[in-house]
């Protein structure tokens, strides 16, 4: 019956349409998989969510900075949480204001989260040139890029292979991929991105486009 109760719980924790009275009860609820969900939960109010960021288990204090309604005086609490394991989760969102990330990358004493940090904020201005120039994502666009690349002699078939697997097991561009491994220079990826969309508009044949990427400052053919 204990068990069936806290399910319950956990279900009406994460339902948007729970009422708002309702999930101030659940907050007395201990079970951290419970408090995990009132944390996730869009309609859980502010105050809740300031208290939740203080919880003493890490993975309820992330869950509040997922929610799109957390206040920002809570995310800058958050990046300095005494928690390793907190601040490295934040280091991969793509949501997290910029002047926050860039702390992680900059200011927070573990390498491994600046590092994550940094490569967050390559993505970030991948997607930013990106849709400066009006790039657009469409279906199939990570294997025609892949198969640029690998026609340019940019990366090999076996390379190409595994960073698509990346992008489809972290469901991303193949282009944001290519940043967060750091197999290639953002400026490489955004070129690479500008001429297979000109190859979409037949502003490219398929030899312009991969000439142009030869001629690529900082291309090292074969590597």
Known sequence: MI???VHENYLKAGNPETPVMELRKLFAERDHKVRR???ENPCTPEDMLRDLSSDDNPEVRIAVA???QVLRDVLEQLVRDESVYVRFALSGHYSLPLDLLEYLAEEDDNPYVQDHASRTLEGL???KALADAGFVHIEGDKEKLGEL???AGILTTEQIEELLRIAREREIPLGRALVQTRALPRTIVVAALKAQQKMRNSDY???EAVNALR???GVRLGD
């Open 37 to 39: 969900r009132l944390a």
């Open 215 to 217: 001629k690529l400052p």
């Open 66 to 68: 997922e929610n799109p």
């Open 205 to 207: 044949s398929r030899g």
């Open 3 to 5: 068990e069936m109760a």
């Open 125 to 127: 201005f991948l997607e």
């Open 149 to 151: 690349l690998v026609e």
